[in-house]
């Protein structure tokens, strides 16, 4: 059976705050660890009947950055839920709330910009 492996680093502050995090992955085309600013990382647990969550980010991530990241993350999920399942009434339902979340996220920007 072949294998892949992804390996996240994360680099903390005195205070354990993550300061730098960089991956990467076997099958990756370039043998350089990826910079990012956040990861969320959800695995399935059969036993529990629930999910094991990760979520990091970096101090030097932005509110908006941030903002933006969770709305595109909901969305793929959307999309993982219609393509596991095919229950396209929950992907949009998904997607409509993205969609609500980014038209928020925009008036806030352009209040801010004022």
Same mark, same amino acid.
């Given at each position: #059976? ?5 390996? +996240?680093? @994360? ?5 354990? +705050? %993550?300061?730098? +995090?960089?991956?990467?992955?076997? /099958?990756?085309? *370039?043998? $350089? %660890?990826?910079?990012? !600013? ?12 629930? +999910? #094991?969550? @990760? ?11 941030? !903002? ?7 969305? *793929?999920?959307?999309e993982t839920i219609l393509s596991a399942?095919? /229950? ?5 339902? $998904? ?8 038209? #928020? ?6 209040? *801010? *910009?004022?």
């Amino acid at each position: #059976m072949r294998t892949s492996d992804i390996t +996240i680093h @994360v680099s903390l502050d005195e205070q354990n +705050i %993550p300061e730098k +995090i960089t991956w990467e992955a076997t /099958d990756a085309p *370039a043998d $350089v %660890p990826n910079s990012t !600013k956040a990861f969320a990382l959800s695995v399935w647990d059969s036993e529990a009947n629930g +999910i #094991m969550r @990760v979520d990091l980010w970096t101090k030097d991530m932005m509110v908006g950055e941030m !903002k933006k990241f969770f709305i595109q993350t909901l969305g *793929a999920m959307g999309e993982t839920i219609l393509s596991a399942t095919g /229950d396209e009434k929950m992907y949009h339902e $998904v997607n409509n709330t993205c969609e609500r979340l980014a038209q #928020m996220l925009m008036e806030e920007e352009r209040n *801010a *910009a004022k």
